[in-house]
């Protein structure tokens, strides 16, 4: 009976703390779809110099697959929301990626140089916050993926239309000034 008493107040109290994250982040930490997940990891280059940044990571949904996919880069997963995080750090435990750190940090905080590729699942009012910064501090020409939502201001590269009513699109920024 104490078992179930405490698995139930751990989930209780890992369901509000996430309320209260998605409350001050805006959006909850739904992962790309596996038809986006995919899709991203297919277009992503050959080739990345410089770190991989991924504009919070959620479960690890593409950092996990990121890692894997770019052994030799730095892989760094920013998640404000500590039970997505957490679930990350566990995660972590299981597949040993070396190259993947999981930083429980706002985002827009991250220092960006050095960072070859952007990787974002977030909505356009997320990005907005996060487009100076990466105008100021990204060098030119440094290519951003965002998955389903615009990047206001931005024009961008492509648009590539998925299957998938879920993620119907993803886009494909270049950090302007090249
Ligand atoms: C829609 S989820 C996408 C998760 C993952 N990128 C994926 O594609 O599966 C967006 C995540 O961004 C996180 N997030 C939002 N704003 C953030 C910020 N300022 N700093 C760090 N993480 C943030 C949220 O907590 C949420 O988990």
Not at 13 to 19: A, N
Not at 71 to 91: C, D, Q, T
């Amino acid at each position: 009976m104490i078992f179930e008493y405490s698995v139930l107040a751990a989930v209780t109290v890992g369901f509000v703390v996430s309320m209260y994250y998605c409350l001050i982040t805006g959006i909850s930490p739904i992962p790309s779809s596996r038809i986006s997940t995919n899709h991203i990891l297919d277009i992503a280059p050959e080739q990345v110099i410089g770190d991989i940044l991924e504009l919070g990571a959620g479960w690890g949904t593409l950092a996990f697959p990121l890692a894997g996919l770019y052994p030799g880069n730095r892989i760094l997963a920013y998640e404000l929301s500590p039970v997505p995080w957490l679930f990350m750090k566990i995660r972590w435990l299981v597949y040993r990626r070396g190259n993947l750190d999981i930083l429980r940090r706002d985002f827009r905080n991250a220092p960006l140089e050095g960072v070859g590729l952007v990787v974002a699942y977030l909505h356009s009012e997320g990005l907005a916050k996060v487009r100076d910064k990466m105008e100021r501090e990204l060098k030119p020409g440094t290519l951003v993926v965002s998955n389903v939502f615009d990047i206001p201001g931005w024009t961008p590269e492509a648009k590539h239309g998925l299957d998938d009513s879920f993620c119907p699109q993803v886009y494909l920024y270049r950090v302007p000034g090249a």
